[in-house]
């Protein structure tokens, strides 16, 4: 199993920009999420999906989107990208079942700057 | 409000030496209590987890415990190594659903 990927690895934009974070995963976890990682505080949650076709809000949610059309993909959309945004960004997987107990697994990162 | 902090920030020991990294946590209702260590460039890993019952977890040199009463974790690194320079972070979840608390993490460093 290839686990959590994320594409890109990097990624530099520039005010107003719109892009799309990658996430994918194949150990068929229904529960999903994206999380940002700053200098400083925990990782906090944006989205977050416990099945197809069904996603939420989590802590940090203003400016990005996210859909969940098949189980093993997450996209997280940047709409109109902007300095505060810049960070880095993780996406995560839980298997079903347990709920709180199950550990979350974790996609390498995508570290993006926003100009 | 629901919070988890974490201490020292950073820490820097030499090869060998032994270290306690401390976590204290005000979350209700708590479920368990995971730590994670996250190498520079990766996503974080779980290293150990906690329920209200256990008060004691090893996995290989790692040691966390966890005071449910005063709300403290602690995690112990035996004989460290040069691989342990990495940031551990705390988290702990409530109960009933999928929410977690993340700590801001402890940043290791290991000295030759």
């Known amino acids: 199993n290839a686990g959590v990927t994320q594409t890109p690895k990097f990624q530099v934009l520039k005010t107003g920009q719109s892009m799309t974070l990658q996430c994918a995963q194949d150990?068929?976890?229904?529960?999903m999420s994206w999380y940002r990682q700053d200098p400083g505080m925990g990782l906090r949650l944006i989205h977050y999906?416990?099945?197809?076709?069904?996603?939420d809000q989590g802590e940090v949610p203003n400016g990005y989107n996210v859909s969940r059309s098949t189980t093993e993909d997450f996209p997280l959309r940047l709409l109109s990208a902007a300095p505060s945004q810049t960070s880095v960004y993780f996406c995560?997987?839980?298997?079903?079942?347990?709920?709180?107990?199950?550990?979350?697994?974790f996609g390498p990162g995508t570290r993006l700057t926003v100009l | 409000k629901n919070q988890v902090e974490q201490s020292p920030q950073s820490l820097i020991i030499l090869e060998g030496k032994n270290c306690t990294l401390q976590?204290?946590?005000?979350?209700?209702?708590?479920?368990?209590l995971r730590w994670y260590k996250q190498d520079t460039g990766r996503g974080p890993v779980s290293l150990t987890i906690?329920?209200?019952?256990?008060n004691t977890k090893s996995n290989g040199r790692y040691t966390a415990t966890l005071d449910a009463d005063t709300k403290q974790s602690s995690l112990h690194i035996t004989a460290s190594q040069l691989s342990d320079s990495a940031s551990y972070i705390c988290?702990?979840?409530?109960?009933?659903?999928?929410?977690?608390?993340f700590g801001a993490g402890t940043r290791l460093f290991v000295k030759a």
């Open positions: 995560a997987s839980r298997p079903p079942g347990r709920k709180a107990y199950n550990e979350q697994f």
């Open positions: 150990m068929n976890h229904e529960y």
């Open positions: 999906s416990v099945g197809a076709g069904i996603t």
């Open positions: 976590c204290n946590y005000t979350v209700s209702p708590f479920s368990n």
């Open positions: 906690m329920t209200f019952s256990e």
């Open positions: 988290v702990v979840s409530l109960t009933g659903g999928f929410k977690t608390i």
